[in-house]
């Protein structure tokens, strides 16, 4: 019998500790759907996001039968691609099914899919990473507004695959909601196992029953094991799909940034305009209601309308047909819009951008905390002129995230990993959009290259993104930029500190904030400044507030074998002051809740850096009052930003920090200090939080010394095989190639 109600996602603390699935890295990869038929072919491009050459099998399954298999090797920086991928690993026409990647020689990779038809309609689909399997989720937006065949109608087909083990199946349960959170319909539930993937065409149709619904989400639950689901919403008429992956709301003791997740969320772009209009659904994600502020802005960084407020309901959705029309954008805007919410509770959201032809393309939004100062664009095509039919550009968007400028430098690259033609930087402002149109033929120069991948290098943490524009049609298939960070898991602590003043004692100056929910060991919450021995406005010397903008909670983590790293641009020498005095400013990163002196089990191990003569000196501890040369990296004088890493070893009896500068003579060069012994009693790294920013010792100084953390992950390269159940499943397809005719 149909259960009335409201949809219940999990609270914030019982948010899925898997993978990320909407940008992909790992090594066990996942492409959703492929198929090879008259109507509809699939690309493929694999990048090797590894420091080491990568040994990938990419083999096809579907319907319960192996379609074939392919091993390649990618050197650092090389790319496959493929048109039509099912092709070529030797389907029949009119195959279709699932792909899997798997590094096996245990390296990162990454892949994208592009699923495109033969009248100039086409839609990414991100590969998902296999560990971000969920067994509760959900979809955002289903539709079924007519049949097929009807223009300016849709219908959302619904996809599953079953990630745990291919030989145990497992049940799925699919609800309607609208957007207050009220079911609609009768849930219908489906068997999937061993056959491979599952489709639900016209899910909605099959969900509301009688009741005329023609649009909500779907709240989809397994009933055994992890589950991966995507759709398709297809317009009618010209049978144009725009690709959705579901987003998890899997339960866990332990809490991790998502990208598709978050408290503050990015929409890249949007667009009001006579060619152009941008919808946007947001889901309260959380088990309370949701105060939320949604802000569009130009690509200054300029608000495009004064912000909007609204209370989402549990389980309750926002929807705009035309987003920007509704918030009263003047018409002929475009710009980035940011979804906050300001009682601090969870939240996914998606904005869809769609042609006066009938054309379209889902664009995810994104968790700012994710941002990253490196990443890359996976498929870029510059192969025609805007009006020639089977040709495309590719446009690229970057959007500022911190509070200042960011310099970003694009570099454009073959699939054998060398550049072609010359580097372009561009300015970024906050919460701006710059977008360069035609990138490839920016970047190319006298280079008989029609496209690529692209390398994205700031100053300062950025999200990028890429719409890739049928010329015949205009019809535009989005991409999201891979950022380096997102190997592992990002921790929530980027941004510029300021280091505070001291006073007469060393609790004098202090500028911290941890991932910690419950806040520092001090009870002060997880923002704490005090400047001259007075508590600070938060806000003013670190990049968070507890009352507006607290980093995302991440805490729980085992380190064991892992590890945490980051990169820190120290600006100037001339703004700290010299060590030797009692007045030098230290900047503090590392695992644990907040080094305080006056804790003899620290919970810590964290990196210091600070004014060294000449240079800085960056060493690790795991007690706020020792010193050892020997944990000590003496940087050059010419050297002011660095990567920093910590590594702990599989048992925590040690931990390894090694330090690369980014500028200088000798900018590259990695360099390890002596291991740090880590006592198993008082140095926590099994249950862990971070933290950073600044202390200073006491002597009355007036600081004027920053520093701006970019890149911070941890959680990455160690564990890369997954959970047995997912390899199982992976011995299990490979096997099935091995003997199939």
């Known amino acids: 019998m149909a259960q009335s109600g409201a949809s219940t996602p999990h609270s914030s603390a019982e948010l899925s500790s ?60 090389q790319r496959f691609r493929s048109t039509s991928i099912l092709q070529l690993l030797g389907a029949l026409p009119g195959s279709s099914g699932v792909i899997l990647l798997r590094s096996t020689n ?74 207050s959170g009220q079911q ?74 998502r990208h598709d997740v978050g408290t503050r969320l990015l929409i890249p772009s949007s667009a009001y305009s006579d060619t152009f209009t941008s919808s946007l659904i947001v889901l309260n994600m959380d088990n309370q209601p949701n105060t939320v502020t949604i802000t569009a802005y130009d690509s200054s960084g300029n608000p495009l309308a004064p912000p909007f407020p609204t209370t989402l309901p549990v389980g309750g959705q926002f929807r705009s047909s035309n987003i920007l029309q509704q918030l009263g954008a003047a018409f002929g805007s475009f710009g980035p819009i940011r979804v906050e919410s300001t009682s601090n509770r969870l939240l996914s959201a998606v904005s869809e951008v769609r042609t006066n032809k009938g054309f379209a393309g889902f664009f995810p939004a994104v968790n700012v905390a994710t941002a990253w100062a490196q990443g890359f664009i996976l498929e870029a095509v510059d192969s025609g002129t805007r009006g020639t039919p089977a040709t495309h550009r590719t446009n690229l968007g970057l959007n500022g995230i911190s509070s200042g400028s960011a310099t970003v430098t694009v570099t454009l690259f073959n699939d054998s990993g060398q550049q072609v033609g010359n580097s372009i930087s561009t300015t970024v402002q906050a919460n701006g959009l710059t977008q360069l149109d035609n990138i490839v033929e920016r970047l190319r120069g006298a280079a008989d290259v029609n496209g690529g991948y692209l390398r994205i290098v700031s100053s300062q943490p950025i999200l990028a993104w890429a719409s890739k524009v049928d010329n015949g049609t205009d019809d535009p298939s989005f991409q999201i930029g891979i950022g380096v960070s997102s190997v592992g898991i990002p921790v929530d602590l980027n941004g510029t500190y300021l280091a505070p003043s001291s006073g007469a004692t060393f609790m004098d100056a202090i500028a911290s904030a941890t991932t910690h929910p419950l806040g520092d060991r001090r009870g002060e919450g997880q923002v704490y400044e005090v400047n001259k021995g007075i508590p600070a406005t938060e ?37 700290w002051n010299a060590a ?116 200073q010792n006491y002597d009355n100084i007036n600081s004027t010394a920053k520093a701006t953390i ?32």
């Open 539 to 575: 806000g003013t010397f670190t990049p968070f507030a507890d009352d507006a903008k607290k980093p995302d909670p991440l805490s729980g983590i085992n380190l064991l074998g892992k590890s945490f790293q980051c990169d820190v641009d120290l600006h100037d020498h001339n703004l």
């Open 580 to 695: 030797g005095g009692e007045g030098a400013e230290f900047l503090q990163i590392g695992a644990g809740r907040q080094a305080d002196w006056r804790d003899t089990g620290t919970e810590e191990v964290f990196v210091f850096i600070y004014r060294y003569g000449a240079g800085f000196a960056v060493y690790m501890e795991t007690d706020w009052y020792l010193y050892r040369p020997a944990t000590t990296y003496y940087a050059a004088a010419d050297e002011t930003k660095f990567r920093v890493r910590v590594d702990i070893n599989a048992v925590g009896t040690e931990a390894l920090l090694t330090v690369i500068p980014l500028d200088g003579v000798n900018a590259g060069t990695v360099h390890v200090v002596n291991p740090l012994h880590l006592d198993a009693t008082n140095d926590n790294v099994t249950s862990t939080s971070f933290f950073a920013g600044f202390t």
């Open 710 to 741: 970019s890149s911070f992950v941890t959680g990455t390269v160690e564990d890369r095989l997954g959970p047995k159940p997912l390899r199982t499943m992976v011995d299990s397809l490979s096997s099935r190639l091995k003997t199939s005719p």
């Open 18 to 77: 898997s993978a990320d699935h909407n940008v992909a890295v790992g090594t066990l990869l996942l492409v959703p759907s492929a198929v090879y038929s008259d109507e509809f072919v699939s690309s493929l491009v694999v990048l090797n996001m590894d420091t080491e050459p990568n040994n990938v099998l990419i083999f096809a399954t579907g319907s319960g039968a192996s379609i074939g298999s392919l091993t390649i090797t990618l050197g650092v920086g």
């Open 184 to 257: 609609v319909g009768n849930p219908f539930m489906i068997r999937i196992g061993d056959q491979g993937p599952d489709q639900i065409n016209a899910i909605v149709q099959r969900l509301r029953a009688s009741t005329g619904v023609t649009e909500g989400y779907v709240r989809i639950s397994s009933s055994f094991g992890p589950i991966i689901a995507w759709a398709s919403k297809i317009e009618n008429g010209t049978e144009d799909p725009s690709f959705q992956i579901g987003v998890g709301a899997a339960s866990s003791g332990q809490q991790q940034i």
């Open 106 to 179: 245990n390296r990162l990779l990454s892949a994208v899919s592009e699923v495109s038809s033969g009248r100039g309609a086409a839609g990414f689909l991100p590969a998902v990473n296999v560990e971000a399997a969920w067994t509760h989720g959900f979809l955002l937006e289903a539709v079924d507004s007519g049949p097929r065949g009807i223009p300016g109608t849709y219908r959302t087909n619904l996809g599953l695959i079953n990630a745990s083990d291919f030989g145990n199946p497992t049940d799925v349960t699919m609800t309607l909601f609208n957007g």
